[in-house]
């Protein structure tokens, strides 16, 4: 009876070893497959991340959000002119500067040339200005978005076929409205609105040009 008992003891305790180390396996086997996978994350995002498209539309992207948080005048309006720039040409190489604008005016668009002109020249841009950037900006935004659809997709698939997760190697940067273009293009144009008071009654102007519009 005792040898049975002690037998039982050895066996209990050799399938608790057994246990455990069939554990250890796995955990070694789940944190070799891990660092795999996270090899084939890093591999798969540095592509994507390195194809010309993917490095205008970020440049593009962070230009657009410094067009959108501008105020007007000074420095947020050399912000406008300079971030319209790179959204024309991401790979421009001019600096955000008066002087360095105006000092390669000569090869930049008779579109661009002519705001540089009114910042040298006035030393601030006019409300139309600043809502025609801003509005170009977004439909420069839009069709860099379009132009990365393929490349996104193509990863994405890439991506399910050996097993990850799309959206940790194509996650980039959204900075139009969910809505998309109409919404961003809606908040570029629409006049922002204030109230004064005229002569005892309430009237509505246009913020950014003093101009009257209604009265309440």
Do not use: C, H
Request: no cysteine.
């Amino acid at each position: 009876k005792l040898k049975l008992q002690e037998g039982l003891r050895t066996d209990v305790k050799e399938k608790m070893v057994s246990t455990e180390v069939e554990k250890a396996k796995k955990a070694a086997k789940t944190a070799e497959t891990d660092v795999e996978k996270n090899k084939n994350v890093a591999a798969l995002r540095k592509e994507f991340n390195d194809l010309p498209e993917i490095k205008d539309y970020k440049t593009v992207a962070a230009s657009y959000q410094k067009i959108r948080s501008a105020q007007p005048g000074g420095a947020g309006d050399l912000s406008l002119v300079y971030g319209y720039i790179k959204s024309l040409d991401p790979g421009s190489t001019v600096r955000e500067s008066e002087a360095e604008l105006a000092k390669n005016i000569g090869g930049l668009p008779e579109r661009s040339r002519s705001l540089v002109q009114s910042l040298t020249g006035q030393g601030s841009l006019s409300p139309e200005q600043r809502r025609q950037i801003k509005a170009e900006s977004a439909i420069l935004m839009n069709e860099q978005e379009k132009r990365i659809a393929g490349s996104r997709k193509q990863f994405e698939e890439e991506a399910k076929v050996i097993g990850l997760k799309p959206e940790e190697i194509t996650r980039v940067v959204t900075v139009l409205p969910p809505e998309g273009l109409d919404k961003a293009l809606k908040e570029e144009t629409t006049a922002k609105e204030v109230t004064r008071t005229v002569d005892g009654k309430e009237a509505v102007f246009d913020e950014a040009t003093k101009t009257f519009i209604r009265w309440k």
